[in-house]
């Protein structure tokens, strides 16, 4: 019997331990009162369970938790931390039940079951990545709301799916993800490749979903619910660090969540089921007060201990900006990895979090110098131009720092009420024409789909591309106006993909690890980083709210003015009248007269 | 005998000189009209009065043309998306011309705005001598009605006057500017009545067809082909003839169109659009702000009714009360398809204009010419004003340029109300005399 439970991370007597841990955190606020009964009842259920055989067992597998801290004091005045969650589930893929779950979150489970999906990426995101001072971050993330899908290829309705799922994810993450559907997703076809691995033949992008919704405003209400699908939630581990309060000061902060199938073993016979977890933050020594950070500057608290069903706690802090402005870390760390990747050396601090209480400080010796930055290879950037509320044009602004070409992939993804002109479209690199190797497009249509843009363009080496497409601004109904009308209509953001050849400025994870530490001495033959730009805010013409009424009403008077002479036209005849012999006006004349010749008369008299 | 002939002799010779003058003349002013476009298309301004709702609607936009054939150059149906709202056939025609045959849009949208003026002068040259033929005997008509019968240079000047009144006209320059394809649908129309008064059903029945099928709106202008060809055979079953030639072509043209782009989105994109008003952007007309206001669920009903207004509600009974003047019923219509149709342009209204000379005789009934010269002249100046401190200076509002469309809109009901009032009264004065007097005391004349 004991053979089913030793995939389990824990035995019989440790669950149980366990679940008296949990219970009394969870009362010790409450009532201790109840504890010994609530025991006793779980204890029959745990029996219960052993004397059932209940089959669920099966489906455990073997689940593993890892949790991550990534520390980076950037070479700008800001230091990133990145908090990355893993769970692995050995989900056998042919018993297609996701009810059963052990370390992996229940609710994303039913998800999966109930929309067929194959992978699922969601990021909730406050701020802007600035990729030209703080190199690229572990997980890119554009700033609102942005998620992306692929369903497996025998979904029946992947458009109704699609909007299950976006109403399902906004009550699961309480954002307003309800808002996307077929007028604001596309199916990319060179950007979303699926991330982990597939057993499909060939990739068909129309089982892609994406979508963004850039005025999203990300806030505690996302950070609750999504620290709620960690196994040991907020209450032990690293994302008992997550305090709301600390968090949503940041100059970035971003809430991701990646699930995708990945191989199980080296020859990728059996996958397993992934679901990265992060949160990405930003903070701003300006905003810090100082650049002396610590645990409780950045969080509010120090470290209790790791969570106890994770498999690997560790904390990493980049040494990179160590070199040119040195700063001691208290406590010592445990070991220092020297990474070489991609032709680029890095040493991390690493710290294994043990049950004791941890808070790490990071101090500089100096507190007034000038960093030297190092811009990455690729970066970009958007922007509007033109003036009035009339035409304008949509600009996005590629770099390429590299000295050899770069083959990237830039992808727009244009709201309907922006309607662009693809004649318009200037592609110039350098003061230079270029072209672009191929382009997808897909026209818009109002009020049922964006308008798609996808081109493959192979930048020169250090260059500067402009890609520029003419718009209109249009004109709304007057109920499709948001509220505060005035404030404007958001075009989300761009993407650029590119594999760069160098890992210069790169943190991001290899494809096939879940973890920061697997990504130390990671070189590949290629980077995948996806670059996001600028959100947009247009201001379109509106027309007057407060005015229905009267504008049916001239409208319609005006369309009566003609009925009426041309109704009296086409169905009267001309005819002479005789004129009538005095007119009101005459008659009062009249009557005035007499009675001024009687008191005339009368004044003679 | 002897001098009958050399009396017709010396008219002919006389006629021939009048006819080499006219000519010059008109050769003249087309070089004059074209010389001037293309110095304005040449100039920085085109692409400002290109950029003018008023000139450009989403139907007649040149930009979207463009788009439509840049799409089909990369092998994307242009009717995938709602950008484009010409037809399939519109298009390859556009293709041809602007690559092919011409090379410079701006000589085609010359060119055309010439075809139409010419095609406008022969037009209105026939019809104006048709006119006058049928008035030259006097004796039928009271003695002190003679002064508002055509005079003796009548058919001379007429034709001429529609000349100017085309070329020179703000509206159509601005409009051919402005590359404006509402331009290259008037010249079909213009076709349309070319071939309506020179009795060609074959020329006027296709021109018909084509300008049905690139809106829907000129489908009601059948009614005055069918009147006019029941009147020129005397015969209702030959005229019915005309119909069936003007069915004919458009069940080819939708059929070619129907192969050109293989399927039926055209329909929709096409007229679906101009229907449904999806796009609201402004325009001289009445629908857009309207219909940006209208509550959604009346949206529909006013829709329905008021296309229904543009296109058959007038059309019963003007084809009865002007039964007998055809010409005078296809120019009503067409102004009163300008003027509530969903998308409306100034080459539109510009066009109905230069048909006005052709009521030179009406001039002394008509009451209201000054009002509606000066509102138009008002409105004129106006609209861009106001759209600028909307659009640009954000200090004006929506309401301010919908006010001046309201006023444009006054401006056109009122100059074909009048005109068809005066048409009116004229008949009745030709036929009663000048004097209103009953029993010898003064009447006043009154509808009843």
């Not at chain 1, 209450?235 to 940041?250: D, M, P, R």
Request: glycine content about 4%; charged content about 15%.
């Amino acid at each position: 019997m004991s053979t089913f439970y030793i995939p389990l991370v824990f035995s019989g007597t440790q669950v149980i331990k366990e679940i008296r841990k949990w219970v009394y955190r969870e009362l010790s606020e409450k009532n201790r009162f109840y504890d010994d009964s609530i025991l006793i009842t779980m204890k029959i259920v745990l029996i219960l369970c052993f004397l059932v055989k209940i089959q669920l067992v099966l489906c455990y597998g073997n689940d593993t938790f890892t949790e991550e801290l990534l520390i980076k004091p950037l070479f700008s005045d800001q230091v990133y931390a990145h908090f990355q969650f893993a769970v692995t589930w050995d989900k056998d893929p042919t018993i297609k039940k996701y009810h059963h779950t052990h370390l992996f979150p229940r609710a994303l489970g039913e998800i999966i079951e109930r929309h067929n999906i194959h992978e699922l990426h969601i990021s909730l995101t406050g701020g802007l990545w600035r990729y030209e001072s703080w190199g690229y971050p572990v997980v890119d993330a554009a700033p609102g709301a942005e998620v992306w899908a692929w369903f497996k290829p025998d979904t029946v309705d992947i458009d109704q799916n699609w909007k299950l799922l976006a109403n399902t994810l906004s009550g699961l993450l309480c954002s307003s993800f309800n808002f996307i559907d077929v007028s604001n997703s596309i199916s990319p076809e060179f950007s979303f490749r699926p991330r982990g691995s597939t057993d499909w033949t060939t990739v068909n992008s129309t089982w892609l979903r994406y979508a963004s919704l850039p005025r999203e405003i990300v806030c505690t209400e996302n950070l609750t619910p999504f620290k709620k699908l960690l196994p040991c939630d907020s209450k032990l581990g690293l994302a008992s660090l997550l305090n709301s309060g600390f968090i949503h000061n940041t100059k970035y902060h971003s809430i991701a969540l990646h699930l995708r199938p990945i191989c199980r073993t080296e020859t990728c016979e059996s996958v397993s089921l992934e679901l990265q977890l992060s949160v990405s933050l930003v903070y701003d020594y300006a905003i810090l007060g100082t650049r002396n950070w610590s645990f409780k500057k950045l969080f509010g608290q120090g470290l209790e201990g790791k969570c106890p069903l994770s498999s690997r706690s560790n904390i990493y802090v980049d040494l990179s900006t160590s070199d040119s402005k040195k700063f001691d870390l208290t406590p010592t760390p445990d070991e220092v990895v020297t990474s070489i990747r991609g032709g680029f050396v890095n040493k991390y601090a690493l710290y294994h979090i043990s049950p004791n209480f941890l808070s790490i400080s990071g101090r500089y010796e100096d507190d007034n110098e000038i960093f030297v930055k190092k811009p990455p290879s690729l970066y970009a950037n958007q922007y509007l131009i033109g003036y009035g509320q009339e035409r304008g044009g949509i600009v996005s602004k590629i770099y390429n720092n590299h000295w050899s070409a770069l083959e990237v992939v830039l992808l727009q993804s244009i709201a309907w009420y922006v309607p662009v002109y693809l004649h318009t479209l200037k592609i110039v690199s350098n003061g230079e024409i270029l072209k672009p190797t191929i382009l997808k497009y897909i026209p818009g249509k109002q009020r049922e789909r964006p308008y798609y843009i996808e081109m493959v363009l192979n930048l020169p080496p250090l260059s500067e591309t402009l890609i520029s497409v003419d718009f209109d601004y249009i004109f709304l109904k007057w109920q499709e106006y948001p509220p505060d009308a005035n404030h404007g209509f958001y075009i989300g953001s761009a993407v650029v993909s590119s594999y760069l050849p160098l890992a210069k400025n790169f943190t991001g994870l290899p494809q096939d690890s879940s973890t920061i530490y697997s990504s130390f001495n990671a070189s590949r033959s290629g980077y995948l980083v996806q670059v996001r730009t600028e959100n947009m805010v247009i201001t379109l013409p509106t027309p007057d709210f407060s005015m229905p009424y009267n504008v049916i009403c001239l409208t319609c008077t005006v369309v009566a003015l003609a009925f009426g002479p041309l109704h009296n036209i086409t169905t009267k005849r001309l005819i002479l009248k005789k004129k009538c012999e005095t007119t009101l006006v005459q008659k009062l004349k009249l009557k005035f007269e007499t009675i001024r010749k009687q008191l005339v008369k009368s004044k003679s008299d | 005998m002897k001098m009958s002939t050399l009396s017709s002799k010396h008219a002919k010779k006389k006629e021939n000189t009048y006819f080499l003058q006219s000519c010059s003349k008109v050769v003249l002013l087309l070089c004059l009209a074209a010389f001037l476009r293309y110095l304005v298309m040449s100039s920085k301004y085109q692409t400002i009065i290109a950029n003018h709702f008023e000139i450009s609607t989403p139907i007649c936009s040149w930009k979207r043309v463009q788009e439509g054939l840049f799409l089909l150059s990369r092998n994307i149906d242009p009717y995938d998306g709602d950008l484009l709202h010409e037809t399939p056939t519109a298009l390859i025609f556009y293709k041809i011309m602007s690559q092919n045959v011409f090379r410079d849009v701006s000589l085609m949208f010359i060119f055309f705005d010439i075809g139409t003026a010419l095609l406008l002068y022969a037009a209105t040259r026939h019809y104006a001598k048709q006119f006058h033929q049928e008035h030259r005997d006097r004796t039928k008509y009271p003695k002190d009605v003679h002064e508002y019968l055509p005079s003796e240079g009548y058919y001379e000047k007429v034709p001429l006057y529609v000349l100017v009144a085309f070329l020179f006209n703000p509206y159509t320059f601005l409009g051919c500017v402005g590359y404006s394809t509402a331009g290259i649908h008037n010249f079909f129309l213009a076709l349309f009545v070319f071939g309506m008064v020179y009795g060609s059903p074959i020329v006027s029945s296709l021109a018909l067809a084509i300008c049905s099928s690139v809106s829907f709106y000129p489908l009601i202008l059948l009614s005055p082909l069918y009147i006019y060809y029941s009147q020129v055979y005397k015969s209702k079953t030959k005229a019915l003839l005309v119909v069936l030639y003007f069915l004919t072509y458009v069940y080819l043209i939708t059929f070619y169109n129907n192969s050109l782009s293989k399927s039926f989105k055209f329909i929709n994109n096409v007229y679906g659009s101009i229907w449904t008003v999806p796009d609201l952007q402004p325009n001289i007309g009445l629908f857009w702000y309207f219909f940006t206001e209208v509550f959604d669920h009346f949206r529909e009903l006013f829709i329905h009714s008021f296309q229904i207004n543009a296109t058959i509600l007038y059309l019963v009974p003007l084809s009865i009360k002007f039964s007998n003047r055809p010409f005078i019923l296809t120019i009503a219509l067409l102004f009163l398809i300008t003027i509530f149709k969903s998308y409306p342009c100034l080459s539109d209204l510009g066009f109905v204009l230069s048909f006005l000379p052709n009521f030179l005789h009406l001039y002394a009934f008509c009451q209201q010419g000054v009002i509606v010269g000066v509102i138009l002249f008002m409105t004129s100046c106006l609209a861009p004003t106001l759209w600028h401190l909307w659009i640009y200076s954000a200090s004006a509002n929506a309401n301010f340029y919908f006010g001046v469309t309201l006023a444009y809109a006054i401006a056109q009901i009122f100059l074909v109300t009048d005109i068809l009032f005066a048409q009116t009264k004229w008949e009745f004065t030709l036929k009663h005399g000048r004097e209103a007097k009953i029993d010898g005391e003064d009447a006043d004349l009154s509808l009843e």
